[in-house]
């Protein structure tokens, strides 16, 4: 589980490296004290997920979250259209099942 600062900086490095790995084309966009992530820089609008550093987690947030496909149940978030997952460490988390929400966020 990541304690410190530069714990958290590694985690949202390697969760940045995971998306970059995943989808072919993606391109990053720092804005919000963050990265997004993009398959259409042109688009102002057109991040489909972001990842952002926190004291104790590392999120990724989706655009369109409420629109994806959650059998595992690792989505958080009530709102509109936005959900994200709280990440303490890639060990802990359902790679699988990451994959594929980030998969399917590339394509909406």
Sequence with gaps: MAE?????IALEDEINYFI??????????KKYG????????DEKEGQ?????????????SFSKGAGL??????LLGS???????????????NQKELKKLIK???RL
């Design 4 to 8: 410190s600062i530069t714990d958290m």
């Design 20 to 29: 970059k790995e995943l989808v072919p084309g993606v391109e990053t966009v």
């Design 34 to 41: 963050g990265t997004l992530f993009t398959l259409n820089p």
């Design 48 to 60: 489909f997920c972001g990842v952002f550093m926190y004291k104790k987690h590392v999120q990724i």
């Design 69 to 74: 496909k959650d059998p595992s149940a690792l």
């Design 79 to 93: 709102g509109k259209h936005r959900r994200h997952v709280n990440i303490v460490s890639m060990e802990t988390i």
């Design 104 to 106: 399917q966020a590339s």
